[in-house]
Structure formats: C-alpha cells, structure tokens
C-alpha cells in the first residue's frame, strides 16, 4: 500500500490559494472513502480561506458540513508517525453552528447543555488513522470547548458520549491537571454554584488540582442529573515522620440536582497510605479521618519488616495480604500482614494462617503481634504472639470443646508428659496453651461431665521445663455430691507416665461408679458388698491401674491390666 507522506502534504499544502482541496485520492488509502462517504457525504473536502502553518502541518479556515451548514471555522491537521516521514492520522475539527450533533450514527441535540455552558461551543472532531494494515479507523468525537478556571484559564475540551437512551456524559481528562488556588475554585464552574466544596480542617490541601470531571445531563427533560470531579489535595504529607505517610491525597466531589431543590454535594477523599514500606491505595472516611487501604499480594519489592518480625518464623515467608490503617486525628495508625504458608515458631508450634500487626501512636514504640491458628493435635487453637522487651516471643492460645484423646498424643509428644489412659476420653469445654519466652509449655484444660449419676469437673494442667523429660501433669476431680461438699480427687502424673492420685473427705462416695469410670469392671458378686468410701488412693503406669479404697472397717483394692496382658485380681477386700 502506498503512503502518504509528510513531503507530499507539503506540496499539498503549499499549493493551497484562496482554498484547499483534499480527495480520497491524494489520502492514498482505502479507507479514507469510509470518511467522505460516510461522514462528509462529499467526494471532496474544500478548506476556505486557508492558513496554513508547515511547520505544525496544520490547515485553519471555514468549510460546509452536510447537516449543519456552511462557513463553519474548522482545523485539518495531519499528524507524523514515529519516523516522521508518513502521515499516520489526518484530523478535522469543526465547529458547529448550535448545539446539535450530527455524524454517521450520532444524533444528538444538545441544547440544554448549552443554556448551562453558554461560553461552551460544539465541536465535531473526525479522526482518521492510516494505518499500514488498510483497516477502517475513523473515530467521531462530539466536544464542548470552552474557557478553563484555575491558573493559565486554559480552554477545557469535555469528549460528549450517550450514556443512555435519554443521558449524555461529558468527560474532561486534562493531562496534567488543571490546578486551583483554593477549593473555592470549583464553585466556578457552570455547575458548581451553590455546591459546597469545603473539606475538614484536618485534610491536607497543598496545591489542589482537577484531574478529571465528568458531567451527566437527562436531554429529555433538559437537566443535569449529576457532575463528578477528582482533585489532586497534595502529592506528600507525613503522619508520623518516618512511620506513616500519605501520598497522592484526592478529593471526589459528586453533585446531584434534585428537581426543585438545592444542589446536593457529597465528597469522598482517597489516598496511598504508606506504613513501614506498605503503600497501599485507600479511602478517608469523614468525619472520622480514618484511613483504610487493603491489598493481595504478591509484594515482591517489600518483605516482612525484619525489625519486628525476628525470630517469629515469619520473616523468610512472602505476604500474602497487606492491610493498612490510620487515624489523622489521633495520629495513630496499623499495619496487618497476612501469610500463606505456615509458620514453624519453635516449641513444636506451626502457626497457620498468620497475620503480623504492627501498630502504633505518633512517636511512641509501636505494639507488634503476631495472629494465628495452632495445631493442638485435632484441635485449631486461635493463638496471639507478643514480643517480650528482650526480643524473644510468648505465644498462648484457646478453644472450646475438643476431644482430649489427640490433644493427648501432642502433649507426650511435645511437653514429655504421659496422660492416663482413662483420662483420654474426656471432651474438654476449654483448652489454653502457652509457649513461654525461655520455650517452656504451659497447657491448661477442663471438663464437665457425669461420672455415674454425678456431676463431675475435672481440670487438667501440664508444663513443660527448658529440658528433656522436664514435663509434669496434674488434674483436680471434683465430684457433685447431693447434701454434701464436693469430693476432690488429685492426681500427678511424671513425665515417665505413673500417676498418683488420693482422695479424702467428709461424704461418702460409690467406688463402684469411680472404678468402672477408671476403665475397670465390677463383678455383680462383689458391686452389693461395696460400701461408700470415705478414702481413695489411685496408682496407675504402663501395667494398669489400682484403686484402694477405704470405708473405715473396709478397704477394697481393685486393678485393671492393659489390654493383651494377664489381668490382676479384679477385687481384693481386706476388713479390719
């Protein structure tokens, strides 16, 4: 496909006296007859009174447009590709005579805009793109024009689109920025009078400056629905010098007409707010002047803060979610980082689903926890870390209503402490657990439950020391006894797995629910002989469990065997 280039639109546009006069032919390219066929409905485009600048390759004067009339001011401007020797896009710009757009498939009547923008004028802009590959490229564009506020009072140029079968948007993008000496400004506009711009004293407003505006008209009913605008506040401002920050601080003001009624103006303020090299796009609440910005990650350039996180287990592992808050007016401010991965924080401990939070006020040393879930055997323990003044950490957590069987395994396995068998099948109502700064494990649990026809509680405790076969294990029985106080059973238990437990008290209790309880069995021969007891002793190891209970007169032992060894005596009563 021949090209046309910038040598031949200079001869073209040299050779313009009195008119000029651009074909399809001279565009040498196919789609240039989409132009003049189906938007100028002309075979050829005449320039009147012509003044020509070579050096911009810019064509200014006055031309007839089908459907809206003749001597109409207008620019034709030819525009270089990268190399500057083809032209790649040749634009037409023309101003209409009223505020009625007319082009290929556009029709729209404009007029109530132009009661509000009286300074405003219409203009039709054809864009056609030569492009190499001979594709069809020509872009209609309906623009307002018309004098800017701000510094400079540059033109403003709003793209009118339909939004609706009854609804235009007109849109105004200036490339740097329009900027305004106060807010105020924005009372200015055609739109604006009447609207409240004022924001809270407390909100930065450096050098304020409109990035975008974008207005909504009903052309039925001739009214404007709403008018949108984003201003630049400021580029920098520091919370807590050296802490927290904000950047890119901007306003949105929406406006809304109401029929028969006072303009409405709502605004809302966004902004990057940056903590401990997290800078995240967030909004500013008002009135509180609360900053809220979240994020998924990955953060590739910015890491776990190694400051705060030493010797958590977190700092190696990538973040996988940022949240970031700040208060204006308390000058406070929170950074939350969310792990994916798992977290090995010593002790046997793996935090899933972490979450680091570093939180602080003005100048003040800032409060640094760590969030989590801990896998206690089946149990998922909702956990907290604080960093202690020396650097290192304790760790401690709870839940509710956990079968104690795994929770089990993870203590012998862990804290070195061996639970009795016929305490594994007690579901615990509260479970806690805490790794203290030196590693030592402190866990702590209880239970309700019916032992025969009694309530009973039972709480248990355990603690590990810094060292091998350190660890202990003790648990309180309480039994519900009718007209009397409760009897409490305790039992101790050492690491190498024997337990020890006694009882005595005032009121009597059945050995016969206690034992079958324990595991073991009463044989119906002797369970009429059983007196209440007054007394218990309880012994029990890897070889079973004794029982020696004690009526005053009577003293019955029982023992129970594990399971494949030889059974001991089931009963041995000795009276006195």
Not at 133 to 144: I, K, L, Y
Request: with cysteine; net charge negative; proline share 5%.
């Amino acid at each position: 496909m021949v090209s046309l280039s910038m040598a031949q639109v200079r001869t073209i546009l040299t050779g313009a006296k009195g008119e000029l006069t651009l074909t399809p032919q001279q565009l040498a390219h196919e789609s240039a007859l989409e132009l003049f066929d189906d938007y100028l409905f002309t075979d050829a485009l005449t320039v009147h009174d012509p003044e020509v600048d070579l050096e911009a390759l810019t064509v200014t004067g006055r031309l007839a447009l089908a459907g809206h009339g003749a001597d109409l001011p207008c620019t034709l401007r030819f525009l270089g590709d990268a190399q500057g020797a083809d032209v790649s896009a040749v634009v037409l710009d023309a101003q209409l005579p009223d505020w009625r757009f007319r082009l290929g498939d556009l029709d729209l009547d404009l007029g109530f805009l132009g009661t509000v923008w009286k300074a405003g004028r219409l203009h039709a802009v054809l864009t056609l793109a030569l492009s190499e590959d001979g594709g069809s490229a020509v872009a209609p564009r309906c623009v307002v024009r018309m004098p800017g506020i701000g510094a400079g009072h540059q033109q403003w140029e709003f793209d009118v689109a339909a939004s609706g079968a009854s609804t235009v948007t007109a849109s105004l993008t200036p490339g740097e920025g329009i900027s305004l000496s106060t807010l105020a400004d924005l009372a200015q506009l055609p739109f604006g009078s009447g609207a409240d711009f004022a924001l809270p004293a407390e909100i930065p407003v450096a050098a304020p400056r409109i990035r975008q505006i974008q207005v909504v008209a009903d052309t039925d009913r001739r009214r404007l629905c709403s008018v949108w605008s984003r201003v630049g506040l400021a580029d920098h401002v520091a919370v807590i010098p050296g802490t927290a920050e904000l950047t890119a601080v901007e306003a949105e003001f929406t406006l809304t007409f109401p029929e028969g009624g006072p303009v409405r103006t709502r605004a809302a303020l966004r902004a990057g707010i940056g903590v401990h090299g997290y800078t995240l796009g967030g909004t500013i609440t008002v009135p509180e002047l609360e900053v809220v910005a979240e994020a998924a990650g990955p953060f590739p350039d910015t890491g776990t803060p190694a400051e705060f996180a030493s010797g958590s287990g977190l700092e190696s592992l990538p973040v996988a979610h940022a949240t970031v808050r700040a208060d204006l007016r308390e000058g406070s401010y929170a950074l939350a980082l969310g792990y994916a991965a798992p977290a090995a924080s010593g002790s046997g401990f793996v935090l899933e689903n972490a979450a680091l939070e570093i939180a602080g006020h003005r100048s003040g040393a800032p409060d640094v926890r760590i969030h989590g879930e801990l896998a206690i055997g089946s149990a998922r323990i909702r956990a907290v870390a604080a960093r202690t003044t020396d650097g290192r950490w304790e760790l401690a957590g709870s839940v509710r209503h956990v079968d104690f069987a795994p929770v089990a395994d993870w203590l012998s396995e862990h804290m070195g402490v061996t639970v009795p068998e016929f305490l594994r099948g007690v579901v615990l109502d509260d479970l806690s657990v805490a790794r203290r700064a030196d590693g030592s494990l402190e866990f702590s649990a209880d239970s309700l439950f019916s032992l025969g026809s009694r309530k009973t509680a039972l709480l248990i405790s355990a603690a590990s020391g810094t060292g091998p076969g350190t660890g202990h294990l003790e648990a309180t029985l309480s039994i519900d006894l009718p007209a009397a106080e409760p009897m409490v059973l305790e039992l101790q238990a050492q690491a190498g797995g024997r337990v020890r437990a006694s009882w005595q008290g005032d009121a009597a209790a059945s050995v016969t629910d206690l034992v079958e309880w324990l595991g073991g069995t009463v044989d119906g021969s002797v369970r009429n002989l059983l007196p209440e007891v007054t007394r218990l002793d309880l012994m029990a190891g890897d070889g079973g469990v004794v029982v020696a209970a004690d009526a005053g007169t009577v003293r019955a032992v029982f023992a129970t065997a594990p399971s494949g060894a030889t059974p001991a005596p089931l009963a041995d009563t000795h009276r006195g």
